[in-house]
C-alpha cells in the first residue's frame, strides 16, 4: 500500500456512504485534496481522510430536516429509523411531561394494576408453582389417617401404627414420623428458662427430606431408640446463631431441656428452617431436633389409641402414588383385622408433599389472583381510555404533522413510543407496590403461609411484569395509534380540537368505561359478599366468652411427674389458689388446650347397649382435662348436670363432662346420656377405664366460629392429668394488668416453672377469623382500588364530552336551553353509561361469585342486600364522578364557546 | 429566489465570485476554510450547494475527467442571477447594518485580547 493513496477501508466506506450522483465528484474532491495534504505528512493525510469518513457517518446519522443530496436511500432509511427512535422517545418524554396530570393518573393507574398484579402472582409462584424446597420434592408424600370413603377429614397417625406401615411399605425408600414439642430451655446463668420449639423425629426424617447437617451429623438409627443412653439433639442454624454465637465447638456440649441433658451431635443448614405447613412439616420453624423414641414423646408412644404423629415419606423411583396407596391400604387391612378397635370407615390418605402444602391455600389464591386480574384488565382499560381521550384531544397536532409529511408508520410509531414509555413507568412504579405489598403480606402473616417469609419480588416475576407492561403497552397503544393515523386530514385541521372525536372513537372510550364499572361492579360484589360473610360469622356465639381472660401455657418439667401425677395436681391447686387471690382476678383455672385448639382427638366405647343412631363414624372426640373451675372461668355454659369440683380426685369415681355435639352424634333424642359412662382402652394405664357422664356443656368452636363443632369430653385435671396446660385468668378489667403478678404467683409456687405464649382468649379467637379477615381485606382493597380507578375513568370520559361539546352547548344556550337541561344531559349520558356496566357487572357477578361460595358463610352468592349495597355504592359513585364535568357544562357561556372557533 | 441566505449559503455563493470559472468542490471548501479559518466536510458543502441549486441561486456542469483526481470528474458551480440577487441583498443588508459602526465591531474581541 502506498503512502500516497488514501485508506481503502475509508474510501470503501465512503463510497457506500455517496450519494450516486455526488460519489464521483465529492470522491474526486475527497481525493485531490487528499494528495495535497499527503504530499506535506502522509500520516496526517490519512488521519484526515478518515476523520472525512467518521464526518460522513456522523452526519447520516444526524436528524436533519433536509438530508445531504448525496446519500443513497437505503442507508439514509435505515439512518433515519434509528435518529427517528431515539427522537420519538425523546419526543414522547417530553409530551408526557408537559402533560403532567395525564402521566401521573396513567403511571398510577398501571402502578396499581401491575403492582398488585405481580405481587399476588409472587405469592401464587412461591406457595403453588415453586417446588417444594428439598431434594427431589416430586417424590415426597404425606400419610395421612381418613375416611375410606372419601368424607372430608383427615387425621394423625398413632406411633404403632406408623410402625407397621413402615416395616410392611416396599414402595418407600423412607418413612419418617414427627411431632412438635415445646420445651424449656435451660441456660447456663440461671435465668428462667426459655420456652423453645422441638421437632421430635424419627432418626430417617431428614434423609427423607435430603437435609444434611452444615455441622455435626445427623440422627442415626441409635440416636433414635427408647433408653439409648443420653439422648441427642440437632440445632436448628438459628439457634446455633442466636444463642450459641455460631460457635463450632457447640458439638458434643450438653443442653437441658426441661431439665433433661441432651448432647449436641450436629447443626441444621441456614436455609433449611423446616417451617413448610400444610401438615408437611410444622408451620412455625423448630428450634431444636430431638429423636422421637428418645425425647418427651416417647411418653405414650405405644398406644394406638393415641394418634399423634404425622408421617412424610420418600417414594421409591418409579414407584407411583397410586402404587403406593394399594400397598398402603393392604397394611391398613391387616392392621384392621388385629387391632380392630374403632376403626370403622378409616383408612390411610397418600397425598403429595406439594399438594399437601399448597391445598390449604391453593383455592384462597386463585380467587385473589382472579380478582388481580380483574383490576389489572380495569388498569388497562383506563389507560387505553386516557390515552384515547389524549389522542382525540390531539388530533389537530397529529393532522398537522400528518400534512406536513409523517407518515402514517411514523405517527404509530409515535404513539407506540408514548405508550411504552408509560408502561415503562408504570412497571417500575408496580415493581415498587409488589415489593412493599409482599413484605407487608410476609410481615402480616398473611393466610398464614410461613413459605411467604421467603418470597421476594425475583427476576422470573420481574419477566412476567415486564411482559405484563409491555402487553399493556400495545393493548393501549396500538389502538389509538391506529386511529390516530387515519384522521381526516382536512377537516381535521379545519375544525380544529372539537369535531376530531367523532362517533366511532366517542364510542370505543364508552364502552371501555362500561367495560370498567363492569369490573368494578364484579370486585365490589365479591368483597362485599366477603363483608358480610366476616360479619356474620363475627356474630356467632363462640361457646365461651372471651373477652378478659388473659391465658399463659404452662408446661411441668418432667420431675413433677410421679406414677399418680399427685405432685403435679397439687402443683395445679396451689398455683391457681394463689392466682385467684390476686387482685383484679375474677376466677382462674388450667386446661389441657384453650378453646381456640382443637388439640387430640381420643377413641372410646359407649357402654352398654349400643346406642340406636348410626354410628358409621368412628367414635371419636375431643379430649380435654380441665380443672374446677374452667367453666365458669372461660363462660362456658352447663346445660344439664354438674361441672367438675374437688371432689373429683383420683380417689374417686372417674367422671367425664361432653358436650353437644357429643349427645347430638351418639345418641338419639329419646336416650339419656347422663349416667352413661365411656369405656377407655389402653389409654390410662394407672385407673379404671369407665367414665360417667356427669354433666352436658354447650358447644365451644374450637376451630374458629365458622367451623363446626365435633364431639369434645371434658375430664378432671385431677383424673386425667397432662403436662402440658393452659392457665385461663379471668379479669375485673384489663387482663394484661395482671401478667406481671401471674408470673410472681408462679415463680413464688415454683421459680423453675415457665410461663409463656401469653395471650387473651380475645386475641386468639381473632386469630381464627385470621384468613377470612385476609381474603375480605385483600378483596375489598382491590375492589376500592378497581372502585377508585373506574371513578377516574368515568371522570375522564364525561369530562372530555364536555370539552367536546363545548361549541354545541354553547349552541344549545344560545338556542334557550336553560344551564339545568345541559346538566340534566351531562348526567344523563354519563349514568347511562354506570347502568350499562353495572348491569353486565351484575349479570356476571351472579356465575362469577359462585367461585366464593367456600369461602362464604351463611350467605348465597346471590345474596340482595350485596347486590343492592353494590348498585347504591357505584351508582352515588357514578353520580359524583359525572356532576363535575356536568358542573362544568354548565357554567359554558355561550359566547366564549361560539368564539373559541 | 425570495427567502433569505443562511450564513453558510452566503459562504458558498461569496466564494464561487472568488473562484469564478474553477469553481468545483475542493476549491470552494479550501476557500472558505482558508479565509475563515473552520474546518469543513465536504458533504456539507455539496448540501449547501444541492439546496442552492434547488433554488435557482447556482447552476453545475460536470467537466472532464483527470488522473489527478483518480480519474474522477469535477463538479463545477456558477453563480446564476437569481443567486446573485440573492447576494446583493445579503449583502446590502449587511452594509446598512454595518454601516458608521466599523470601527466599533472591529475592536470587539480584540480589546479583550486574547492571544
Not at chain 1, 325 to 339: K, N, P, T
Request: a positive charge; one cysteine or more; hydrophobic letters at 45%.
Amino acid at each position: 500500500m502506498s503512502h500516497n493513496t488514501p485508506p481503502q477501508i475509508a474510501s470503501w466506506i465512503l463510497t457506500r456512504l455517496l450519494d450516486r450522483d455526488a460519489r464521483e465528484f465529492g470522491l474526486g474532491d475527497l481525493q485531490e485534496e487528499f494528495d495535497v495534504r499527503a504530499r506535506g505528512n502522509p500520516a496526517s493525510a490519512r488521519r484526515w481522510y478518515r476523520r472525512q469518513m467518521a464526518r460522513a457517518i456522523a452526519t447520516r446519522l444526524t436528524p436533519r430536516r433536509r438530508q445531504p443530496a448525496f446519500l443513497p436511500s437505503a442507508v439514509a432509511h435505515l439512518a433515519r429509523v434509528g435518529a427517528g427512535t431515539v427522537q420519538d422517545i425523546r419526543y414522547a418524554a417530553r409530551s408526557l411531561r408537559s402533560s403532567r396530570a395525564f402521566t401521573a393518573m396513567a403511571v398510577l393507574t398501571l402502578a396499581l394494576g401491575i403492582g398488585a398484579t405481580t405481587a399476588i402472582y409472587t405469592i401464587l409462584d412461591t406457595v403453588l408453582l415453586r417446588p417444594l424446597p428439598f431434594q427431589d420434592p416430586d417424590r415426597l408424600v404425606i400419610l395421612r389417617n381418613g375416611f375410606v370413603d372419601g368424607r372430608p377429614g383427615e387425621w394423625l397417625l398413632s406411633f404403632p401404627d406408623y410402625l407397621d406401615y413402615q416395616a410392611g411399605a416396599e414402595g418407600f425408600e423412607h418413612l419418617a414420623a414427627w411431632l412438635i414439642h415445646t420445651p424449656g430451655l435451660s441456660s447456663d446463668d440461671g435465668a428462667p428458662p426459655v420456652r423453645i420449639r422441638s421437632l421430635d423425629v424419627t432418626w430417617d426424617l431428614l434423609p427423607a427430606l435430603g437435609i444434611r447437617t452444615v455441622l455435626g451429623r445427623a440422627f442415626l438409627p441409635q440416636d433414635d431408640r427408647a433408653g439409648a443412653g443420653q439422648p441427642t439433639a440437632l440445632l436448628s442454624h438459628s439457634l446455633w446463631r442466636d444463642r450459641f454465637g455460631s460457635d463450632p465447638s457447640v458439638l458434643g456440649r450438653e443442653i437441658r431441656l426441661d431439665g433433661r441433658p441432651y448432647t449436641v451431635i450436629g447443626v441444621l443448614p441456614p436455609g433449611f428452617t423446616g417451617a413448610i405447613g400444610g401438615s408437611v412439616l410444622p408451620a412455625t420453624a423448630p428450634d431444636v431436633w430431638l429423636p422421637l423414641r428418645n425425647s418427651f414423646s416417647a411418653d405414650g408412644i405405644e398406644l394406638r389409641g393415641l394418634s399423634n404423629v404425622s408421617v412424610i415419606g420418600r417414594l421409591r423411583p418409579g414407584v407411583s402414588l397410586e402404587q403406593a396407596r394399594f400397598e398402603l391400604a393392604s397394611i391398613a387391612a391387616a392392621i384392621a383385622r388385629q387391632f380392630p378397635e374403632g376403626r370403622d370407615g378409616e383408612g390411610p390418605v397418600l397425598q403429595s408433599a406439594g399438594d399437601a402444602a399448597a391445598r390449604p391455600v391453593r383455592g384462597v389464591l386463585l380467587i385473589l389472583f382472579g380478582a388481580v386480574s380483574l383490576l389489572l384488565l380495569i388498569a388497562c382499560t383506563n389507560v387505553a381510555s386516557l390515552i384515547l381521550g389524549r389522542a382525540a384531544a390531539r388530533g389537530r397536532e397529529f393532522a398537522i404533522r400528518a400534512a406536513l409529511g409523517a407518515g402514517r408508520g411514523r405517527l404509530i410509531r409515535q404513539a407506540l413510543a408514548e405508550s411504552l414509555l408509560l408502561a415503562l413507568l408504570g412497571g417500575a412504579a408496580g415493581w415498587l407496590i409488589a415489593h412493599l405489598t409482599v413484605q407487608a403480606m410476609s410481615q402480616l402473616d398473611f393466610l398464614s403461609i410461613p413459605r411467604l417469609a421467603t418470597a421476594s419480588v425475583d427476576t422470573r416475576i420481574l419477566g412476567f411484569l415486564v411482559a405484563v407492561s409491555l402487553l399493556t403497552a400495545g393493548v393501549v397503544g396500538v389502538v389509538p395509534a391506529l386511529r390516530v393515523s387515519r384522521p381526516q386530514l382536512r377537516t381535521a385541521i379545519k375544525s380544529g380540537d372539537r369535531a376530531t372525536a367523532g362517533g366511532s372513537e366517542s364510542l370505543t372510550r364508552q364502552s371501555l368505561v362500561v367495560a370498567q364499572i363492569a369490573l368494578a361492579t364484579l370486585l365490589l360484589v365479591g368483597a362485599g359478599l366477603l363483608i358480610r360473610s366476616l360479619r356474620h360469622a363475627l356474630e356467632i356465639d363462640p361457646g365461651f366468652v372471651p373477652q378478659s381472660v388473659l391465658t399463659a401455657r404452662l408446661q411441668l418439667p418432667l420431675r413433677f411427674v410421679d406414677p399418680e401425677w399427685r405432685t403435679s395436681v397439687d402443683l395445679f391447686e396451689r398455683l391457681l389458689a394463689r392466682i385467684e387471690r390476686l387482685p383484679g382476678v375474677t376466677s382462674a383455672s388450667a386446661a389441657y388446650m384453650l378453646p381456640t385448639d382443637p388439640g387430640w382427638s381420643n377413641s372410646f366405647q359407649i357402654e352398654g347397649p349400643p346406642p340406636s343412631t348410626a354410628r358409621e363414624r368412628k367414635p371419636q372426640a375431643i379430649f380435654r382435662p380441665v380443672t374446677p373451675g374452667y367453666f365458669r372461668t372461660a363462660g362456658v355454659r352447663l346445660h344439664r348436670g354438674r361441672t367438675f369440683t374437688a371432689r373429683d380426685s383420683v380417689d374417686a369415681p372417674r367422671v367425664v363432662i361432653v358436650n353437644e355435639s357429643f349427645v347430638r352424634t351418639y345418641f338419639d333424642d329419646r336416650e339419656e346420656p347422663l349416667g352413661r359412662s365411656l369405656v377407655y382402652g389402653n389409654w390410662w394405664a394407672g385407673g379404671p377405664p369407665e367414665y360417667e357422664i356427669v354433666g352436658i356443656v354447650e358447644d365451644v368452636h374450637f376451630s374458629g366460629r365458622t367451623e363446626e363443632t365435633p364431639p369434645a369430653t371434658y375430664f378432671p385435671h385431677a383424673q386425667q392429668p397432662v403436662r402440658e396446660m393452659y392457665l385461663l385468668v379471668r379479669a375485673e378489667g384489663d387482663p394484661w394488668d395482671l401478667v406481671d403478678s401471674i408470673r410472681a404467683a408462679t415463680s413464688a409456687v415454683d421459680p423453675t416453672l415457665p410461663v409463656d405464649t401469653v395471650a387473651t382468649l380475645e386475641e386468639l379467637l381473632a386469630e381464627t377469623e385470621s384468613s377470612r379477615r385476609s381474603i375480605a381485606l385483600a378483596i375489598a382493597l382491590f375492589a376500592a382500588t378497581a372502585l377508585f380507578l373506574s371513578a377516574i375513568g368515568v371522570y375522564g370520559v364525561m369530562a372530555f364530552l364536555v370539552l367536546q361539546r363545548t361549541r354545541e352547548f354553547g349552541i344549545r344556550l344560545a338556542l334557550g336551553a336553560s344551564h339545568a337541561d345541559i346538566r340534566a344531559m351531562v348526567l344523563g349520558r354519563g349514568l347511562t353509561l354506570a347502568a350499562i356496566g353495572l348491569l353486565i357487572g351484575l349479570g356476571a357477578a351472579i356465575p362469577v361469585s359462585r367461585v366464593l361460595s367456600g369461602l362464604l358463610y351463611e350467605i348465597r352468592p346471590t345474596d340482595v342486600p350485596t347486590f343492592t349495597a353494590v348498585v347504591l355504592f357505584l351508582g352515588a359513585v357514578g353520580c359524583i364522578a359525572t356532576w363535575i364535568p356536568a358542573r362544568r357544562a354548565t357554567r359554558i357561556d355561550p359566547m366564549v364557546s361560539l368564539r373559541s372557533e | 429566489m425570495g427567502r433569505a441566505l443562511g450564513e453558510f449559503e452566503q459562504m458558498v455563493l461569496l466564494a464561487l465570485v472568488r473562484l469564478g470559472d474553477d469553481a468545483y468542490g475542493v476549491r470552494i471548501k479550501e476557500e472558505i476554510e482558508r479565509r475563515t479559518g473552520r474546518e469543513l466536510f465536504i458533504g456539507a458543502v455539496y448540501t449547501a450547494l444541492a439546496r442552492l441549486q434547488k433554488s435557482g441561486a447556482v447552476s453545475s456542469r460536470v467537466g472532464e475527467p483527470t488522473a489527478k483526481r483518480g480519474g474522477r470528474r469535477k463538479k463545477f458551480y456558477r453563480l446564476e442571477p437569481a443567486g446573485e440577487v440573492a447576494l446583493n441583498r445579503a449583502y446590502a443588508a449587511y452594509r446598512e447594518m454595518t454601516s458608521g459602526i466599523e470601527p466599533k465591531l472591529e475592536s470587539m474581541g480584540t480589546s479583550r485580547g486574547s492571544s
